[in-house]
């Protein structure tokens, strides 16, 4: 029995770390998006574009992200605003924006 507890745990364990790996692939898609906007001025039609295609579905499924037009949506609108990812996830950005948002509704 403990034998099957530590393989279900290592397994566990193993998918998530697959699941991280592919998130990172689909950020790294998106901050080459963002270049392909600023260099052609065509990022969100890339994203989507790779979004909908089989690999992008495929490498979004195994990021835990559900490949459906909404998301697709999303990834554009996130691509369109320029905020490189490493950027969009970092504290100082975060609270910008909360900071923002407050001023907006005073």
């Known amino acids: 029995m403990a034998d099957f507890v530590d393989g279900t745990a290592f397994n566990h364990e193993q998918g998530n770390r697959a699941r991280k790996l592919f998130a990172a692939v689909v950020l790294a898609a998106l901050d080459d998006a963002i270049a392909d906007d600023k260099k052609y001025g065509n990022g969100p039609e890339q994203i989507a574009r790779w979004a909908r295609s089989r690999d992008g579905r495929e490498v979004l499924t195994c990021a835990g ?36 948002e407050q001023a907006k509704a005073a």
Request: charged letters at 35%; glycine letters at 6%.
């Open 65 to 100: 992200i559900d490949p459906n037009e909404r998301v697709v949506k999303g990834l554009m609108e996130f691509v369109s605003k320029g905020v490189r990812t490493s950027v969009a996830l970092s504290r100082e950005e975060s609270e910008r924006r909360n900071a923002a």
